[in-house]
């Protein structure tokens, strides 16, 4: 496996389209499911597949029920994948796996499935590598009937740049060179992959599918699943800044222009920058479709930020977008090879945190801030999540992270209006101090404290939950 401080990452490896709730231990699982059965078909072995087993270890054992790792893996080996399929359809499939004990891999070969015998939750087994580790095995018999194991662990966790980043300093050294800003950086590595039309594209659809997640959270109302019984808010909270005015939106720039007449005094922004981060973890909770932004239990503070800036600030334009979206990513990437992006490894720092950082540069950037007091906004952005423990409640990612990410959003947009007030230079501490901090800080932090539901709120809430 590559070090991920040398691994070269695309725009495209830190925003993901995906589905909620977890991107470690749901969307890796899915797709360490669908990279098996791809791994089967190359050694031609799919077709001859008897029985599958999975484990899950460590993390992903222990909170694996309540982030639908279970859900994820069966998922994945039926072929389904989380960009393209109709969310309505997942909770169907799954119980007619349950019910009939029947699994069709690739959504054609057809085996026995046990999910209470032949899905194995090892809480007490941690593999060395990381804490969100999971293994398939295949049963395979050939042709003289030999009975044939095939055994892949995977975990939820090149190619030369012109611009190769590891560090804020590197990303600040090219952002001189060029004359530019760091999306200007960020760009032209991007077109080592793609073109410039296609990174347009591609990084509007994220634009737009982080859009109609929030769309989709202001509409939906209820329980989230799970057993907590928590009340969905943001549509509440969306009536409300309406004024009862209709509901009705004749498309999403419709709406969007509606919210931007809304007003812009600070009550309003506020609570409209907590409805939107709101809206998408609520989404992320009840397995909609989110982005990855850096992982989905933070899926909602880039969302939430990035709708500021296209609804309350001066002249937003798609090309402003397209650069929010490239400046954070970089940031998420700087923090991936420093430190982590993984609860499981560092704790709630290294999700809410991160993305808080991700957004306040990003912002910074388009409100006219320097390459300079990007990095500024995102270290103080980051420097005020250090030590936040991941202990979500029941193992659902909904208590307390829903809320969370309302607070790393608008964290997020006072970073960045502090960065624009700031001089760079007289700055005591660097975005690397504060990684190289995080980090430190992350293998201190106590195991229970990361992801496993076994301390902080997670234990102390009166509150009956299913196992997980």
């Known amino acids: ?52 087993e999975i484990y899950l270890y460590g993390s992903l054992a222990k909170t694996g029920k309540g982030h639908g790792t279970d859900i994820a893996v069966l998922l994945g080996l039926s072929g389904e994948d989380p960009v393209t399929m109709d969310t309505e359809t997942i909770t169907p499939k799954i119980n007619f796996i349950k019910e009939n004990n029947i699994l069709l891999l690739e959504n054609k070969k057809q ?22 580790g999971l293994e398939f095995i295949a049963y395979i018999f050939d042709k003289n009937n030999t009975e044939i194991k095939f055994a892949q662990t995977y ?21 001189k060179k060029i004359n530019g800003n ?5 760009w032209e590595n991007e077109k080592t992959w793609n073109t410039n039309e296609d990174i347009s594209k591609k990084i509007l659809k994220i634009w737009e599918t982080m859009r109609d997640c929030i769309y989709r959270g202001v509409q939906a109302s209820g329980e989230l699943p799970g057993g907590l019984k928590v009340v969905r808010r943001a549509n509440k909270m969306h009536k409300a800044l309406l004024e009862n005015r209709p509901n009705t939106f004749e498309d999403k720039a419709d709406w969007i222009n509606t ?26 909770a009840a397995f909609g479709r989110v982005v990855t932004a850096p992982t989905n239990g933070a899926a909602g503070v880039i969302p939430a930020v990035l709708m500021y800036y296209v609804c309350f600030t001066e002249n937003p334009t798609e090309e402003g ?47 006219g801030g320097t390459p300079e007091q990007v990095m500024t906004a995102a270290e103080i952005a980051m420097e005020h999540h250090l ?8 193992g659902l990612v909904q208590i307390p992270c829903i809320e969370r990410n309302s607070m790393g959003a608008m964290k997020a947009i006072t ?21 190289k901090t995080m980090w430190q800080t992350a293998l201190d932090m106590n195991t229970k404290y990361k992801e496993t539901a076994e301390g902080g709120l997670a234990v102390n809430i009166p509150i009956s939950v299913p196992e997980c």
Request: with cysteine; charged share 15%; hydrophobic share 40%.
């Open 387 to 394: 030590g936040l423990t991941c202990d979500p409640v029941g």
């Open 155 to 175: 975990y939820s966790v090149g190619i030369n740049l012109p611009y190769p980043i590891r560090t804020a300093k590197d990303a600040l050294e090219w952002a």
């Open 182 to 186: 760091i999306s200007d950086v960020v």
């Open 415 to 435: 970073a960045t209006h502090l960065a624009l007030e700031t001089n760079p230079e007289q700055a005591k501490i660097s975005l690397d101090t504060v990684v």
């Open 321 to 367: 977008i397209i650069r929010f979206l490239m400046t954070a990513s970089e940031i998420g990437c700087i923090f991936k090879k420093g430190a982590t992006i993984s609860a499981a490894m560092g704790g709630c720092q290294a999700e809410i945190g991160v993305s808080s950082a991700m957004a306040a540069g990003a912002l910074t950037e388009r409100l």
């Open 111 to 132: 085996i026995n499935f046990s999910y209470n015998e032949d899905l194995f939750f090892c809480h007490q087994t941690t593999l060395p590598f990381h804490p969100n």
């Open 259 to 284: 919210i931007k007449k809304d007003g812009t005094s600070f009550s309003k922004i506020l609570r409209w920058v907590s409805c939107f981060a709101l809206a998408v973890n609520e989404e992320n």
């Open 1 to 52: 496996m590559q070090n991920p401080n040398e691994e070269p990452l695309s725009v495209f490896d830190m925003l993901k389209i995906g589905v909620g709730p977890s991107s470690s231990h749901t969307m890796g699982p899915w797709r360490a499911g669908q990279r098996f059965l791809i791994q089967l078909q190359q050694h031609y072995l799919l077709e001859n597949v008897q029985k599958v």
